[in-house]
């Protein structure tokens, strides 16, 4: 009996489910396809093989974007030591909801 049925299910690598983390697990090394694509495939055991994706490019570009919400977010929480408890309550609400809308924003961008 042959394996493999021919096709490739694709998984976000953020899933943190039992397959993506045996597949990041496994060391190997990344075989260069494009310019801005890399891809290493790896047996997770059960048979099933997994194929994990790297984008240099984009990896880059998410670095920067996480660079600039941490510094966003300690510009916004500075000095927040001396505000009142209801005061901090407050601006937690604010800095959840901007947090929410930017990661629906960049999520939104990337399709």
């Known amino acids: 009996m042959r394996e493999g049925g021919g096709y490739i299910i ?3 690598l ?3 489910s039992d397959e993506v983390r045996a ?3 496994q060391q190997g090394r990344y075989a260069t396809v494009r ?3 890399q891809v290493k495939e790896v ?3 059960s048979g099933d093989r997994f194929v994990i994706c ?3 490019d984009q990896a880059d570009r998410d670095a920067a974007i996480r660079e600039r919400m941490v510094t966003q977010l300690n510009h916004a929480i500075e000095g927040t030591d001396k505000l009142t ?3 901090r309550d407050r601006l937690a609400g604010v ?3 901007a947090t929410s809308f930017s990661s629906k924003s960049s999520a939104a961008g990337a399709t």
Do not use: C, Q, Y
Request: proline share 4%; hydrophobic share 35%; charged share 20%.
């Open 10 to 12: 694709g998984e976000k």
């Open 14 to 16: 953020g899933t943190g």
């Open 23 to 25: 597949a990041l697990s």
């Open 35 to 37: 310019a801005n694509l």
């Open 43 to 45: 047996n997770i055991g």
């Open 54 to 56: 790297f984008k240099p």
């Open 85 to 87: 408890r209801s005061e």
């Open 95 to 97: 800095l959840s909801w």
